[in-house]
């Protein structure tokens, strides 16, 4: 048994987490940490655990954390508050899968020019490594520090993954357009997902400037091993979670559909969670799993790729324990076939 | 032409009052207030106002809105700020109809003990008239002050009107279980109204003390000549719009369902806005309407009435604009049948 | 491992069924039944089990699933079919647990007066225990055929057997107020499931004479040992799971909140999947899980209870692989903590 | 008033169309057809409609229709249907605005490859005219026949028109993906519009062979006087109304923000029912109007341009009084800003 740590424990991607965690026979949450004043049992925050865990939210004690032998701790807390967190942890030899995007961009430089700071952590950036487990899966597993990828990232750079191997495809007209449900905008009240204003409305947000822009980029270079350049165009789905994304690329040379297919099923042969499907996907046959569905369509000169997920399981805790089960050991399937 | 203002203008019954009066042939809004710092444009408020309004946002001013010759005022502001904000424009000979709580009331201490906060316009309270045009509507036509009703209280008395009238039904006994969408909850975000809280749930909420209560039981009252006491509980559907009430009463002597169909349609018969149906209602039947729709049936002993309505339109700013055709003689239907 | 089969694998009740018993350590599909005429795979029905399951769809053959080695059957079969296709795997010594409403009403009498045809297999119908394993677990431990609960019924037996059972209420004046979300209504396409017809809707239906009035009648009169009258009425919430029962009954002496929820508490101490909670229930904190809240509230001289679900976990799957736990010896949570 | 029929009273376009006709001050329905063997009255079909209309559903007959004086009939059936029907009324002298699609294609062998069938009526398909008022609404003004544009085109043309008649993208590669609220789907239920089915989930559907391509292509090809090839993918959204286009285009030569806005402004300076905003759009700002948003926004080298509007307003019931408004010399906006 690992003993795991939640650090921000009021949000949607803890709850999941725990709802993992709490069927992982191999894990065991011993502290669910807040910072509000006060102190409520996490099941007060989260009802629908009720009578499944009788733990309260505490103030974040890093060496009481360390001294009740906790190994891992999942960091969900927003960007910013991790950097200045996650080091007194990591300091005292907890390995810490964050789920901000503090650690995502390797280059300093990218992280203050899309968040607006300078990053205030760089010697365990330095360590840390981007954790999409099909990509970069055997440096996660003794990784001190995984920086859990973004959700809408994972649809991008899964869905790209194979053309961008191969650069058959124009790496600076790619244009990505994601549709998400509103649990990807967090718990905290605004006016934009005030339900009389999200609901029956559908609208782009964010477009050209949103944060996840280098992050695919930075991932699809490495695999390309060469600039690439996105144009990636949020959009709001009235829903509570999934996403998807409509990905257009111009190939370099002609292809058709059952050769990419064929090509994206040898690529993902033995990735568990990237289903490669004849149909046509829909973000409902994601929902509650860590399954990332994609489909590839050759239309006119142009190859359309269809790539969807739960945006708070696969698109964030769920994925977060397949990195824990790679960090860690075990199957990497372990508590996410639910 | 009537010279019109709004007063607080950024929510949704103001901008439901404006698409209607926009379209109203004898109406012209001349100001719309609003107590934020700035003075957006109305149509950044509401962008669906886009190119159909120009005027900006304005600070309340009593005497600027008397001086640019406002005749009639609609309050759209909160409980509380309504009975320190309209008494200035009553006092230079403005009407109102105020959209509130504070003036539906008519014993202050009733209004004391559900609101929390002593009522501080005594004055203007003694002159309100209750604005439910179908039961109160005489008064409402000479009434410098219209308490415009809740919306939850409209299904229940209009939905009971007719046996409470006859006092057919015991008047102690009375269960009204309501549900509504979420644009009840106003426009300010909360928790409970958060997209990912409110989508895909159903829940109960004020069971047992919500403050529409004793404003069912005066109207009912009224109509009984004796007390009667209401059993209410309000829920949140996961809706934009629409109130359901589904209210079970015990008759004191068996009735048939064509005896209270015929009952009802009788009472209603002059009654544009209230449609006495066969079919079983559904709030989409109202949407966008100022309809009020309802129906009776006999369940073992006991009478179902079934009424529903659009909470903002017929709820709240049709309604009040029902009212305001009536103070000023205009066909009750005028600028509502959109 | 007990070997299962599915009979009627194409609806809600049946994915669901699927999704508890792959990860059921006990539990082995071996077959998945269709009356359709193709045998698709069970993944082309049911995309979000791709690559999850293998099996194809078969045509019934009860001779076939015997020689298998089929032990238990869960039949989500429509009522009506029920009756004519069980009594071939019961004759063959197979255990069934029967999703459909044909064995829940004891009385054959009055299942023909709700269900407007005669029951066809009395023999059958004799052995069946109702599957309410709060109320009947000791029974279905040995049964050979389950007459798995109604989903509304749950809510309102439930909800109310602590009362019933102490025959401290009217038991002629209960009335049970039901919210279902649209998945109750099956997978078959109707114009009253059509998504912009129930969408942004919300209405009562089969007001008065709902087929689950006898089932809810039977089971509280079997608590309390006399006749019990309901007032039932089912209304459709446009959302895709979970019920929500708003039940007002009349205490013959009259009782504190605390009283009550302790009664509660105490009748339920060794129930794992009902939960008695302080807050107000909702159906969101239900959703995936097999649980059942229920909360108390005394509103002046009635005592309300509101009590939800998750339709198709709780309300009718969950509860079958409940049952199941319990007819095979296993812990009654096992597959069901997901 | 012109004494009009709609043809096909019982789906979601004729509901739309009676309602703004209800309110047209020169527009009188006198006559509502349907299909189907018997004949509710449309308030029937139509709850929404009742204590509005008292008409009848009746069948169609040329003759009959003819000698009541009417003038105009809108066509709200099915293509396939609309060819086979309208040329009876077109032969009596009434003309016709047709919202399928048989007439939009001017070449029947394009009609034929899309639709899989033959044209029918060449002799009427060579007078119609394409219905999009903003660019055809000289033409529109006399046509005998109208064929009333689809609701994606409008965007995609409306959303482009300025730059494809100035020439200044790249004609080939232009993609349009664009979104719908499901009621473009039709109130005929299909298990893929089945509210559990549809709801909380995002789809693409009908990719690279969706049968509005050619509409487009073929209006922009208008412009721009040379052939243009789109990409359009069209997804489900869980909503009841809103189409949203997110279109993007490669400029010649690059143009910044600003330019385009001017560019968009000057191109529709007389275009009421066209908003080029400054602000992103969303649908829910176009719900219940004949509004068409549209904003543009340079992301690298690329123009994308973002479209929305009310599919059953603007994208077809709305527009169709647009043009009938046209067709008789009414305002343009008359019976449209309710």
Same mark, same amino acid.
């Given at each position: 048994?690992?003993?795991?740590?939640?650090?921000?424990?009021?949000?949607?991607?803890?709850?999941?987490?725990?709802?993992?965690?709490?069927?992982?026979?191999?894990?065991?949450?011993?502290?669910?940490?807040?910072?509000?004043?006060?102190?409520?049992?996490?099941?007060?925050?989260?009802?629908?655990?009720?009578?499944?865990?009788?733990?309260?939210?505490?103030?974040?004690?890093?060496?009481?954390?360390?001294?009740?032998?906790?190994?891992?701790?999942?960091?969900? /807390?927003?960007?910013?508050?991790?950097?200045?967190?996650?080091?007194?942890?990591?300091?005292?030899?907890?390995?810490?899968?964050?789920?901000?995007?503090?650690?995502?961009?390797?280059?300093?430089?990218?992280?203050?020019?899309?968040?607006?700071?300078?990053?205030?952590?760089?010697?365990?950036?330095?360590?840390?490594?981007?954790?999409?487990?099909?990509?970069?899966?055997?440096?996660?597993?003794?990784?001190?520090?995984?920086?859990?990828?973004?959700?809408?990232?994972?649809?991008?750079?899964?869905?790209?993954?194979?053309?961008?191997?191969?650069?058959?495809?124009?790496?600076?007209?790619?244009?990505?357009?994601?549709?998400?449900?509103?649990?990807?905008?967090?718990?905290?009240?605004?006016?934009?997902?005030?339900?009389?204003?999200?609901?029956?409305?559908?609208?782009?947000?964010?477009?050209?400037?949103?944060?996840?822009?280098?992050?695919?980029?930075?991932?699809?270079?490495?695999?390309?091993?060469?600039?690439?350049?996105?144009?990636?165009?949020?959009?709001?789905?009235?829903?509570?979670?999934?996403?998807?994304?409509?990905?257009?690329?111009?190939?370099?040379?002609?292809?058709?559909?059952?050769?990419?297919?064929?090509?994206?099923?040898?690529?993902?042969?033995?990735?568990?969670?990237?289903?490669?499907?004849?149909?046509?996907?829909?973000?409902?046959?994601?929902?509650?799993?860590?399954?990332?569905?994609?489909?590839?369509?050759?239309?006119?000169?142009?190859?359309?790729? /269809?790539?969807?997920?739960?945006?708070?399981?696969?698109?964030?805790?769920?994925?977060?324990?397949?990195?824990?089960?790679?960090?860690?050991?075990?199957?990497?399937?372990?508590?996410?076939?639910?």
């Amino acid at each position: 048994m690992v003993k795991i740590a939640i650090l921000g424990g009021s949000g949607y991607t803890a709850v999941e987490l725990l709802k993992i965690l709490l069927r992982h026979p191999q894990a065991e949450v011993v502290a669910v940490t807040s910072r509000q004043d006060d102190t409520p049992l996490v099941a007060e925050l989260h009802p629908v655990l009720t009578g499944r865990i009788a733990l309260r939210c505490e103030p974040f004690n890093p060496d009481g954390l360390a001294a009740r032998g906790v190994q891992c701790a999942f960091g969900c /807390l927003p960007h910013g508050v991790s950097m200045t967190t996650l080091p007194a942890l990591l300091e005292r030899g907890v390995r810490v899968i964050d789920l901000s995007a503090d650690y995502r961009l390797r280059d300093p430089n990218v992280y203050a020019q899309w968040y607006g700071e300078s990053h205030e952590d760089l010697a365990h950036l330095a360590q840390a490594v981007y954790g999409l487990p099909e990509i970069y899966g055997d440096e996660v597993a003794t990784a001190p520090l995984v920086a859990n990828p973004g959700c809408y990232p994972q649809t991008a750079i899964l869905g790209l993954a194979p053309l961008a191997a191969g650069r058959s495809i124009d790496l600076k007209s790619i244009i990505v357009d994601s549709k998400s449900g509103i649990s990807g905008a967090g718990r905290t009240p605004k006016l934009t997902t005030h339900f009389p204003e999200c609901n029956e409305n559908f609208a782009a947000y964010a477009v050209g400037n949103h944060r996840h822009t280098p992050e695919i980029e930075q991932a699809l270079a490495d695999l390309a091993g060469e600039a690439v350049e996105v144009i990636f165009t949020p959009h709001l789905v009235p829903m509570d979670r999934g996403i998807f994304s409509t990905i257009y690329v111009t190939p370099h040379r002609p292809m058709t559909q059952a050769q990419l297919t064929e090509l994206y099923r040898e690529y993902y042969r033995n990735a568990p969670f990237v289903r490669v499907v004849d149909h046509l996907p829909a973000t409902k046959h994601t929902t509650g799993t860590n399954f990332l569905d994609i489909a590839v369509r050759v239309v006119r000169d142009r190859v359309l790729v /269809l790539a969807c997920e739960d945006n708070l399981i696969r698109g964030a805790s769920g994925v977060a324990v397949q990195n824990f089960n790679r960090m860690y050991g075990f199957d990497e399937r372990t508590g996410l076939f639910g």
